[in-house]
């Protein structure tokens, strides 16, 4: 039996707010991992034991704090976690990672190399499925795993020889050994419900500060919008769908096993500000993580009736697109509990939705956000500002469809054109240097544009100054 640490690096912490939610990806490999006799935890290194949280602003304030962590690599906090890695005492320790945490991985698993060299790394997740060169960077990591790790962690944790496992890539006398991408699992259903209970690090009665609500019931993401890694992370023509009973057997374990026991009241959230100012009465809502939840039409209805059918009487909140969005489907979300649709608009500006091959236009989406409105579903509107080429007359379109929208909630994200997207390659190939940025700057938090120096500033500031709208909002952040 190994024992297994499944890490989620600190983030938000460094941005001086936390994120405490289970994360999905290493959830499902732990589970994955102890079914089949193993001894696997997670170790969420973003987790804080407080419900107070840095908003939204905070965040974009606090870019100079976050910089100086990578800068101090001896800084207490990088050993807080180090130490906490080694009282688990080890055989393995796997980090998940998006672009934006390399650093952090490159930090914290030299430390654990130095201290006990015993100790086997691997990494996993989007950004390490996307840069076949990663081992280069992570030099105290051993292996680095593409795509889906279920299978390949357990393979290497059963010893079999790394060289021969799909989807790992590992280190050979002059060069990486690149074993491939994996064949996809096909049956997403049969996997094990995530791990929700093996928390390294927090006691019994903190566990309550967990959000445990995540599921995830699609894999991948048929659309191809050139600022989204999913499309490359993820096949886009394997996009695996679970079924609405296997669905709603997860919901029914959640509610049963969990949802009884505690009733939340906080959010997991980095940027609610104080817990006074989430309007809602407590933190007992699905979340639905897929990128577009509403991909399938007939199989989202089918999976909102049965909700509706067995009285499970579970609020959720999901991802959608508004084209997807139809008065049957509006109406089903509103009678089966939603508390939020989570809308990505991205912009107002025709011209920008088509560079970006969003696939949708102002209109479609005007549509799809009255079609909820009438139906009585809140939901939020995310937008991005800072594409390259955009104007300030595009920003502008954005802000006044913005406001005709009223939205419940308003996230306003300056583009950070994350590694593995179409347009980050577009980018490079019309030469910007964004390889020479530090990984850590890819997230959307960053204070100016990364690639756009024709939005003016009283513009972009105007774009940002929507975000007052929300202290309008009846039910705040959800
Ligand atoms: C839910 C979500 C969030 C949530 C929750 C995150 C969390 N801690 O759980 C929130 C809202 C907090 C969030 C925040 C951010 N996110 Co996010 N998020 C997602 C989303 C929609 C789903 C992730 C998920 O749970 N999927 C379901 C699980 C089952 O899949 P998975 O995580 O990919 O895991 C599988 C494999 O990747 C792999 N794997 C994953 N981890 C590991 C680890 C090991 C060791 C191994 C071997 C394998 C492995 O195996 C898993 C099972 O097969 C994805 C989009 C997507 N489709 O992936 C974006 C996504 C991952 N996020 C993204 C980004 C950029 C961010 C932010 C930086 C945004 C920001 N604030 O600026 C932050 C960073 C947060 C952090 N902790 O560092 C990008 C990453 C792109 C990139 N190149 O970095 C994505 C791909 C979205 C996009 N549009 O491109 N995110």
Known sequence: MAKVLLVNPPFYRLLGSHYNANSLGIAYIASYL?????????????????????????????FTNYKNYFKDTDNALWHEIKNKILSFKPDWVG?????????????????????????????????????????????????????EGEEAVFALVENKDPKTIPGVISRGKNSLINNGIAPIIKDINALPFPEREKFWGVSESEKKNIDVSYINTIRGCPYKCTYCASPSHWDRRTTRLRSPESVIEEMVHLKENYWKATKFDYSASANIGKKETLKIEDNTIVYFVDDVFTIHKKRVKKLLRMIIDQKLKMRWKCEARADHLDEELCELMAESGCERVKLGFESGSNRILENVKKLETREDMLKGATMLKNAGVSFA?????????????????TIDFAKKIEADYYSLSILAPYYGTELYDQLIENGHALEQQPWEYFFHQSPKPMVNDKISKKVLQEYLSLVELNKKSKKGYV
Do not use: C
Not at 381 to 397: M, N, S, W
């Open 381 to 397: 509107a995310y937008f991005i500002a800072g594409f390259p080429g955009e104007t300030d007359e595009d920003v502008r379109r």
């Open 34 to 62: 102890n079914k089949r006799g193993h001894d696997a935890w997670l170790y969420n290194a973003d987790y804080v034991s407080d419900k107070n949280y840095g908003n939204l602003k905070k965040l974009f304030q606090n």
């Open 95 to 147: 980090y998940t990672a998006y672009t934006a945490n390399i650093s952090a991985i490159k930090i914290i698993s030299e430390k654990i190399r130095l201290m006990d060299s015993a100790i086997k790394q691997f990494v996993g997740g989007v950004h390490a499925t996307l840069d076949k060169n990663l081992l280069e960077t992570l030099r105290f990591v051993d292996y680095s795993i593409q795509r």
